[in-house]
């Protein structure tokens, strides 16, 4: 009942900047959280960061801290990743998710009930 659309990917160089963008439509007044997760060939899929949708709570991984924020605009149902300093490891496809309850927070291990179809981020050196 809830459609997650990312755009924003490409190809770019080694410290440059790219913003992310995932559009949530239906059902979604209920949601909690939004997030970003990323997965690169033969590598566990890892989230980059998490947003609550009333209170802007934010967290992140330690691969991205300082250099990515997460940010929503809730008229829009958007959430955006700036992602500044690109590296060749960020390469891989992000993935936009939502929550639908409050149980377990932003803590890792909270499941996630919605998914987009991935934007694909390349990150030449």
């Known amino acids: 009942q809830v459609q997650l659309v990312e755009s924003g990917g490409g190809l770019v160089q080694t410290g440059d900047s790219l913003r992310l963008s995932c559009a949530a439509s239906?059902?979604?007044?209920?949601?909690?959280?939004m997030a970003w997760f990323r997965q690169a060939p033969g590598k566990e899929r890892e989230r980059v960061a998490a947003?609550?949708?009333?209170?802007?709570?934010?967290v992140y991984a330690d691969s991205v801290k300082g250099r990515f924020t997460i940010s929503r605009d809730n008229a829009k149902n958007t959430v955006y990743l700036q992602m500044d300093s690109l590296k060749p490891e960020d390469t891989a496809v992000y993935y936009c998710?939502?929550?639908?309850?409050?149980?377990?927070?932003?803590?890792?291990?909270?499941?996630?009930?919605?998914w987009g179809q991935g934007t694909q981020v390349t990150v030449s050196s």
């Open positions: 998710a939502s929550a639908k309850t409050t149980i377990l927070g932003l803590h890792n291990s909270r499941p996630w009930d919605y």
């Open positions: 239906g059902r979604t007044f209920s949601l909690y959280a």
């Open positions: 947003i609550t949708w009333s209170g802007g709570s934010t």
